[in-house]
């Protein structure tokens, strides 16, 4: 009987836990899509992003990737994975144990655009905008990748 009750009340706990109201976000529903210039190295380059917003506004899911020529071939750096070769020089700035590659720096970043629901959350480390310790594992000039994400996500409002 005892066992029966125990099910009883989880089965009603789970119930009620999946009753609770969805949080709203601030965004329209939809798949928004921005660009922006990326110029280093000596290289004019795009950084994208796509930004997903459900049908409750909070934005679900972000994805970015910059143009990139290797070896006269125009690719993107996420495409390239672990051929972009960061992983050493990122290790190099001793911030990110054993390195990480550029792909892995983005998801980071991606991540944490999706759980701040948005980029009010950044703050700059320099002057000229393209250095931020706003988000743990990112040694990467990120302000083309975010001003990418801002353009989409300013489509969204």
Do not use: H, R
Not at 33 to 53: F, H, K, L, P, R
Not at 77 to 84: C, Q, V
Not at 92 to 116: H, R, Y
């Amino acid at each position: 009987m005892k066992k029966i009750l125990a099910f009883v009340a989880l089965i009603c706990l789970i119930g009620i836990s999946g009753c609770t109201p969805v949080e709203e976000g601030i965004y329209k529903e939809g798949t928004y899509y921005g660009t922006a210039t990326d110029n280093y190295g000596g290289e004019t380059n795009t950084a994208t992003a796509i930004v997903y917003v459900d049908a409750s506004g909070v934005i679900k899911s972000v994805t970015l990737d910059t143009t990139y020529v290797k070896d006269g071939v125009v690719t993107t750096k996420k495409s390239l994975g672990n051929e972009y070769g960061m992983k050493g020089v990122s290790a190099s700035k001793g911030t990110i144990a054993g390195g990480a590659e550029w792909f892995e720096q983005v998801a980071n970043l991606e991540k944490k655009i999706v759980s701040e629901q948005g980029l009010d959350w950044l703050v700059w480390s320099d002057t000229d905008k393209t250095v931020t310790d706003s988000v743990s594992g990112v040694t990467i000039k990120i302000n083309a990748l975010v001003e990418a994400a801002n353009n989409a996500i300013n489509q969204a409002k």
